[in-house]
T-cell receptor
């Protein structure tokens, strides 16, 4: 069964360093998302991406964050200068196959646990 | 601000019991209501509901949406220990179906 894959599963970085989290969405999906979940808190929307551009972003997704789809398969989240409060589980999700529009399920990857020290 | 509220926050039941999990939502430009199961890491998709009053069913799990009352329930019958997890409700909105999640209901099924 197709699935969203994320790498690495766990990343430890020093405060102020740049990190890139990688995702391979399900191949025929058109919508891509990043969410994060701080330990013990709810899953929070960061950004959605469609047709090679950001569709919507939350207040969390400030200038320190960026997303890219550098080729036909990968979808990345970059945090330019990490802060302690960026420590969280980051989930990539994808949805919306070729024949679907909105009202699409979002399928989540297993997540990257980012620890900023 | 969009809001999704789930109740109860946690629940402990015996194997074989039936449980009902609740979700209320206030989501601008609402499009869909989704239920996920979160065990260790990733939320696993269960249901997506877009129409009121139509029950979706998968095995022992079922769910229904009331768009007038802005409410959804998830039922699990004949619970098993493998049902122990956090159940997340999310409201989908906007042109790209951004999801607003509730805090979840932690279900523990004991023998």
């Amino acid at each position: 069964e197709p699935e969203v894959t994320q790498t690495p599963s766990h990343q430890v970085t020093q405060m102020g360093q740049e990190v890139i989290l990688r995702c391979v969405p399900i191949s025929n999906h058109l919508y891509f998302y990043w969410y994060r979940q701080i330990l013990g808190q709810k899953v929070e929307f960061l950004v959605s991406f469609y047709n090679n551009e950001i569709s919507e972003k939350s207040e969390i997704f400030d200038d320190q964050f960026s997303v890219e789809r550098p080729d036909g398969s990968n979808f990345t989240l970059k945090i330019r200068s990490t802060k302690l409060e960026d420590s969280a589980m980051y989930f990539c999700a994808s949805g919306g196959g070729q024949l679907r529009r909105m009202n699409t399920e979002a399928f989540f990857g297993q997540g990257t646990r980012l620890t900023v020290v | 601000e969009d809001k999704v509220v789930q109740s109860p926050l946690s629940l402990v039941v015996h194997e074989g019991d039936t449980v009902t999990l609740n979700c209320s939502y206030e989501v601008t430009n609402f499009r869909s209501l989704l239920w996920y199961k979160q065990e260790k890491k990733a939320p696993t998709f269960l249901f997506m509901l877009t129409s009121s009053g139509i029950e979706k069913k998968s095995g022992r799990l079922s769910s229904i949406l009331d768009k007038k009352e802005l409410f959804s329930i998830l039922n699990i019958t004949a619970t098993q220990t493998g049902d122990s997890a956090i159940y997340l409700c999310a409201g989908g909105s906007g042109t790209a179906s951004k999801l607003t999640f509730g805090t979840g209901t932690r279900l523990q099924v004991t023998l």
